[in-house]
């Protein structure tokens, strides 16, 4: 099962002033406002980022110390060294620094660490290979934050280091001639998400009066394919560094784009990503990343080709090493793991590929939604990396077990680390404690993210071309995902080999189009006409010079496939609403009962009365959940009933019609329900007609009158208008179909939004 975790809906007064004040639509007004940018000015930027927007480098503390240094070596004729990471982040800021020192005129050499001989990080052989080359500077890139003994090495011999990492400190800072590190050396929002390459990027724009287009290209390349935040200065630097790739000089990214079937013309965030990105990564996962250094260093063309060759073999191997670490990993854990009760997973294998278990943890932790961490074992030495979820650091948690490691570091997503093979063990148990005191099991369900429910109708083209707008897509800014709930399908079939892939047509309400969902095919064949709800994104599509569009699917909701939408209010303590409404048709007896518990208020009937759900919702704690869990019959006979036994102002008027018709006789109530037999069946008539005119009476503007044994009703003169909502009986109905109508049909945002301002106005 799934969890579709709906954003809350942005403050419509916000997007009405946005989408004024800008000229753009409501939806990208909403869109916008969701992403923190309800602010005319931060929005224009936004969408129109320009190179003007970039902060000065002097904004980071140390920068100043920094160029002074850079400039001390260009006066002394100082040989520079750089070290940079061995990934391509590492090697984009490695390549841009390397450049700009040299346009400085000052002798550059580099270095990085080898992965399967020396690990991740700075250490003391480069040091001293650096320095044996003649460096009496040295400038780190994507590294050397936590290497404080090998700097402190450096120190003593004499060697000035300049640190430029965006990675957290261990602990203490590291002595050094000046530390460029967005995480600790500015409070400044917008450059807090920096990467390796980006504060390398800095660093060269502090040097000189002007930007080089290149210096934009590498820096988008480490930005995209370290996986930071595309917000703030990455947006920035992102955003005119794909402008850049468009018109690129590079002999080497042309000829790795050219092997990896990028097309530059239209290069987004997405190619280097998928394509790019990982054959830079190839060279540092298997070996030596010094090849990819110098794809971007080299000027002449076919040298460039060479290496973009070398570098995609590299990377089909690496391909075939991680499929093979994959499998023997995923085995282990599926014959060893406690799923029900372990929130985070270890693998540890006898010999594999240290260059890819990184990726490897990375593909598990999309298959069962926990944090993993997998290990290379050799010999008496483990070597480990992680991934994880959003709501789990591993940074930190690998931090509070740090006694039972030698090295370690990274972030809350992805981190690094070693061990003694002894140590493994007594590890494990840390860490899975660690993991059950962070995690709850609910926390380790597989959660996609949606932007905004919406419909067929709304999907046009000209909206999805000005919600490009938004673009580039990635970590920290991802495309926008709508929810459909009720659609139909038609021309249901499964494509491609085996077919994994699934095509079909959606329908709602008179509109259709075409969709796909990737990876999908094993649903096709419990698809039916039946009504679907579902989720994903919205593509432009060109074929043969016609433009269209096509919906992307991430995932359905049937009672083969169920789904728990959730979705918090914009009162983050609010209660998080679950909606299970129908839940009859999503799961049986069994599976319901499985999923109901842990929840704060489950409420199972339809609300009647204010005064009622104010009191149950009372009880639900901060940041609680609630459950609406109405079934498919429940919701169905509250529609039969507002309809069917509740008059709407146009039954009434029917009735004041027909006995303001009858004149001074009068008509009786039996002689009204007659005539309007044809409008609902003679029960449910007879009870509205009974109702209506207790209401009208009530407004005084009818009154009873005996003719012979028969009760009439005649017309009350009265000359003001009325308001209905003046009858008590008119205002406590209206109010209670109002209120079974809300919690039947009502999109679950606007539920939470409604239930999250009554528990508020409980609290207070």
């Not at 460096?135 to 000035?160: F, M, P, Y």
Request: charged share 25%.
């Amino acid at each position: 099962m799934k969890r579709w975790n709906l954003t809350a809906p942005p403050v419509s007064e916000k997007v009405d002033a946005l989408s004024n004040r800008l000229g753009i639509s409501k939806l990208l007004a909403a869109m916008l406002v969701q992403r923190g940018l309800a602010d005319e000015k931060a929005a224009e930027q936004f969408l129109a980022p320009e190179v003007s927007h970039l902060r000065t480098p002097f904004a980071l503390d140390g920068m100043e110390a920094a160029v002074t240094r850079i400039q001390q070596a260009c006066k002394r004729g100082e040989q520079v060294g750089i070290f940079g990471d061995y990934d391509a982040d590492g090697i984009a800021g490695t390549a841009l620094l390397v450049m700009a020192l040299r346009e400085l005129g000052l002798n550059v050499s580099y270095r990085l660490p080898n992965r399967l001989t020396e690990g991740y990080g700075l250490n003391r052989a480069g040091l001293q290979d650096l320095s044996r080359d003649g460096a009496e500077l040295i400038i780190t890139v994507d590294c050397g934050i936590s290497s404080i003994a090998d700097l402190q090495w450096a120190r003593e011999k004499g060697l000035d280091v300049i640190i430029c990492d965006h990675h957290l400190p261990a602990g203490a800072l590291p002595p050094a001639a000046a530390i460029l590190n967005p995480n600790i050396s500015t409070d400044d929002p917008w450059l807090k998400n920096l990467c390796g390459a980006g504060v390398a990027f800095k660093l060269a724009c502090a040097l000189f009066d002007s930007i080089d287009p290149r210096w934009l290209e590498l820096a988008a390349l480490g930005t995209v394919a370290d996986v930071v935040p595309l917000a703030g200065e990455n947006r920035v630097i992102v955003t005119q560094g794909l402008k850049a790739l468009g018109a690129t000089g590079f002999a080497g990214i042309q000829a790795l784009a050219k092997l990896a079937e990028v097309d530059l013309g239209s290069v987004n965030a997405g190619s280097i990503g998928f394509r790019l990105a990982p054959r830079l990564n190839a060279a540092g996962r298997l070996g030596s990343a010094v090849p990819a250094v110098e794809l971007f260093l080299t000027e002449d063309k076919t040298t460039a080709y060479k290496i973009a060759q070398q570098l995609d073999q590299m990377n089909r191997k690496r391909q075939q090493l991680e499929t093979d670490v994959l499998a023997e990993a995923s085995s282990q854990i599926e014959q060893t793991a406690d799923f029900e009760s372990e929130t985070a997973l270890v693998a540890a294998g006898e010999d594999w590929h240290p260059g890819v278990i990184g990726i490897v943890a990375s593909r598990l932790v999309d298959k069962w939604h926990r944090p993993v961490l997998v290990i290379s074992l050799l010999e008496d030495i483990g070597k480990g990396s992680g991934r994880s979820i959003p709501n789990f650091s591993l940074y930190e948690v690998l931090k509070a077990c740090s006694s039972h490691l030698t090295a370690f570091g990274g972030h809350r997503l992805a981190a690094g680390f070693s061990l003694e093979k002894k140590q493994l063990p007594f590890f494990r148990r840390a860490f899975a404690a660690a993991a059950i005191s962070h995690l709850k099991p609910k926390d380790c369900v597989a959660s996609l993210r949606v932007d905004s429910e919406t419909s067929l109708k709304e999907l046009n083209l000209s909206i999805v071309e000005e919600l490009e707008r938004l673009a580039p897509f990635g970590y920290g800014n991802p495309k926008p995902v709508f929810m459909l709930r009720d659609v139909k399908a038609r021309a249901i079939r499964q494509i491609g080999a085996e077919g994994a892939h699934l095509r079909l047509t959606l329908s709602q309400d008179g509109q259709t189009l075409p969709a796909v969902g990737f990876w999908l095919g094993d649903k096709a064949e419990k698809l039916t006409a039946a009504k679907l709800d579902i989720i994903g994104q919205v593509a432009i599509t060109e074929w043969k010079e016609r433009i269209g569009l096509e919906f992307r699917l991430l995932d359905i909701r049937t009672a083969d496939f169920p789904a728990e939408i959730c979705c918090q209010p914009s009162d983050e303590a609010a209660p998080t609403i679950v909606d299970w409404r129908k839940i009859d048709q999503l799961l049986d007896d069994q599976e319901m009962a499985a999923v109901m518990p842990g929840y704060d208020l489950v409420l199972s009937k339809l609300p009647l009365g204010l005064a009622e759900l104010r009191q149950q919702i009372v009880k639900v704690p901060p940041r609680g959940q609630i459950c609406l869990c109405f079934s498919s019959d429940e919701v169905a006979a509250a529609g039969d009933e507002i309809e069917g036994k509740y008059p709407d102002r146009d039954f009434i008027t029917r009735v004041y019609l027909l006995i303001k018709q009858a004149g001074s006789a009068g008509i009786s109530a039996l002689t009204i329900a007659e005539a309007l037999s044809t409008y609902r069946p003679e029960e449910e008539v007879n009870h509205k007609v009974q109702v209506t005119l207790t209401i009208l009476t009530e407004l005084g503007l009818v009154e009873k009158t005996l003719r012979g044994n028969t009760l009439c009703f005649t017309v009350k003169r009265r000359k003001e208008r009325v308001d209905l909502n003046e009858s008590p009986t008119f205002k406590q109905l209206n109010q209670k179909a109002k209120m079974m109508a809300f919690f039947s049909q009502a999109p679950p945002a606007i539920l939470a939004e409604a239930l999250g301002r009554m528990w508020r106005e409980c609290e207070g």
